[in-house]
């Protein structure tokens, strides 16, 4: 089994910051990409940042200059969230494109998520 396990999200004023986590666990062979997807109520799930096994990044405009996505080792991301607006609300999904074997095709798996929720 692969378990993604989300946490740091939470209640925060407009312009404060939040830290999000996301470990991988499980029998997992290589991971190629993580990142961080959102889904606002009534809304679909957008992609908000990813980040590759070397390293490369890719953000939407929406949050470029304002949030940051790093990795601290194969299975473990962060998104740092700075500036954050009322729009930035949503619950936010992690997620992993990884191989469980040498044979293996790769495969996406997701976390629960975690609601971030940006309000005065």
Do not use: H
């Given at each position: 089994?692969?378990q993604?396990?989300?946490s740091?999200?939470?209640?925060?004023?407009?312009?404060?910051?939040?830290?999000?986590?996301?470990?991988?666990?499980?029998?997992?062979?290589?991971?190629?990409?993580?990142g961080?997807?959102?889904?606002?109520?009534?809304k679909?799930r957008?992609?908000?940042?990813?980040?590759?096994?070397e390293?490369?990044t890719?953000?939407?405009?929406?949050?470029?200059?304002r949030?940051?996505i790093?990795?601290?080792?194969?299975k473990?991301?962060?998104?740092?969230?700075?500036?954050?607006?009322?729009?930035?609300?949503?619950?936010?999904?992690?997620?992993?494109?990884?191989?469980r074997?040498?044979?293996s095709?790769?495969?996406?798996?997701w976390?629960?998520?975690?609601?971030?929720?940006?309000?005065?």
């Open positions: 089994q692969v993604l396990v989300e740091g999200g939470g209640l925060v004023q407009p312009g404060g910051s939040l830290r999000l986590s996301c470990a991988a666990s499980g029998s997992i062979f290589r991971i190629n990409v993580m961080w997807y959102r889904q606002a109520p009534g679909e957008d992609l908000v940042a990813s980040i590759s096994s390293g490369s890719n953000y939407a405009d929406s949050v470029k200059g949030f940051t790093s990795r601290d080792n194969a473990m991301i962060y998104l740092q969230m700075n500036s954050l607006k009322p729009e930035d609300t949503a619950v936010y999904y992690c997620t992993a494109n990884l191989y074997s040498p044979f095709s790769g495969t996406n798996y976390g629960k998520g975690t609601l971030v929720t940006v309000s005065s």
